[in-house]
Nanobody
């Protein structure tokens, strides 16, 4: 299994930007479909974005389309989430997740490797 470590979270004002990174180790990263999820206080975890093993396909939650961009570099075993035009409702713990195999798309329950999360707080 791959180990995932997120970084890049923090406090930002509404309208600002952040880039999250997720570094993978211990597995063949290029064989993993990767995704980002988030969980706000008192709410269930929700899907944010996903990217296929080769980076050729992406998908986004409607709430972040046009503002967030997911990308990956298999050479560096890293997946990114560029977040622009941030809103207070984007405040959450953001988790990186992966699933071995080249199936696409994946349902949220199919991700079976998870990072520890990174906090993103957007002030109004």
């Amino acid at each position: 299994q791959v180990q995932l470590v997120e970084s890049g979270g923090g406090l930002v004002q509404a309208g600002g930007s952040l880039r999250l990174s997720c570094a993978a180790s211990g597995g063949t990263f290029s064989m993993y479909t990767m995704g980002w999820f988030r969980q706000a206080p008192g709410k269930e975890r929700e899907f944010v974005a996903a990217i296929s093993w080769g980076g050729g396909s992406t998908s986004y939650a409607d709430s972040v389309k046009g503002r967030f961009t997911i990308s990956r570099t298999n050479v560096k075993n890293t997946v990114y989430l560029q977040m622009n035009s941030l809103k207070p409702e984007d405040t959450a713990v953001y988790y990186c997740a992966g699933h071995y195999g080249r199936s696409w798309p994946l349902g949220p329950r199919e991700y079976d490797n998870w990072g520890q999360g990174t906090q993103v707080t957007v002030s109004s």
